[in-house]
């Protein structure tokens, strides 16, 4: 098993930056990959960034150039540093953690809310 706690989310002005952080424990050496997705209110659940454990990254076209995600391995942590923040990227940012080499199960955190003022 798996457990991903976010932290890092609050109340930020447009253009403004904020890091996300996630913690991931136990089984964290059958982690293949991790990501972040978000969800507004009355929207689906998307992909935002996503790491393998050899670091090959990927992007959702929105916030390419704006967004980085990385991974501290010796910390089981993912980091996603937002900058030059929109209003439209408000939402409830969740980490995912997928195991494809123990249990073949996916992994989520319970989200930490990003509110950008206009």
């Known amino acids: 098993q798996v457990q991903l706690v976010e932290s890092g989310g609050g109340l930020v002005q447009a253009g403004g930056s904020l890091r996300l952080s996630c913690a991931a424990s136990?089984?964290?050496?059958?982690?293949?990959?991790m990501a972040w997705y978000r969800q507004a209110p009355g929207k689906e659940r998307t992909l935002i960034a996503g790491?393998?454990?050899?670091?090959?990254?990927v992007y959702a076209d929105s916030v390419k150039g704006r967004f980085t995600i990385s991974r501290d391995g010796t910390k089981n942590t993912v980091y996603l540093q937002m900058s030059s923040l929109k209003p439209e990227d408000s939402a409830v940012y969740y980490c995912?953690?997928?195991?494809?080499?123990?249990?073949?199960?996916?992994?989520w955190g319970k989200g930490t809310l990003v509110t950008v003022s206009s």
């Open positions: 790491i393998t454990t050899g670091g090959s990254t």
């Open positions: 995912y953690a997928l195991d494809q080499s123990c249990n073949d199960m996916q992994y």
């Open positions: 136990g089984d964290t050496d059958c982690i293949a990959s």
